[in-house]
């Protein structure tokens, strides 16, 4: 786990789609959690949304990754595009990242750490 949790550190900070794209499921999922139906279904999606990101000049400041079972619990900030005229604000954003037969098979995003852990620890899932 040490190791998929250093690769995905990498892949998030340098915006590296090959990188993300070789950690993914190929019918991993991601969105909040509240969602009864994720917002991508599959690896392609995911990669889409963080290639559209990456295109608007967002990118992501690891600032933690802490291993719970088989859940990466991953600290991001959120630094906007500097070019933005709408001057968006850094943010602080949490990410679950389950991982199965070393794979990500599944990523949640949440508001808090505690939110984030709590999910990891339970480990309960309730997309199909």
């Known amino acids: 786990m040490e190791t998929i949790a250093s690769r995905v550190r990498y892949a998030m900070e340098a915006v590296d789609l090959q990188q993300m794209g070789e950690l993914l499921a190929p019918d991993a999922r991601w ?3 509240e969602q009864d139906v994720p917002t991508c279904r599959n690896a392609q999606q995911i990669l889409s949304w963080y290639e559209l990101a990456r295109d608007n000049g967002v990118r992501a400041d690891v600032t933690d990754v802490a291993i719970v079972g088989n859940h990466i619990v991953i600290g ?3 630094l ?3 070019n933005d005229k709408k001057k ?3 943010s602080v954003r949490w990410q679950v990242l389950t991982v199965e037969n070393d794979l990500v098979t599944e990523i949640r995003g949440y508001e808090t750490r505690g939110e984030a852990t709590e999910f990891a620890k339970s480990g309960v899932s309730n997309w199909k």
């Open 31 to 33: 969105g909040a959690p």
């Open 76 to 78: 991001l900030k959120i």
């Open 80 to 82: 906007p595009n500097p």
């Open 88 to 90: 968006a604000r850094t």
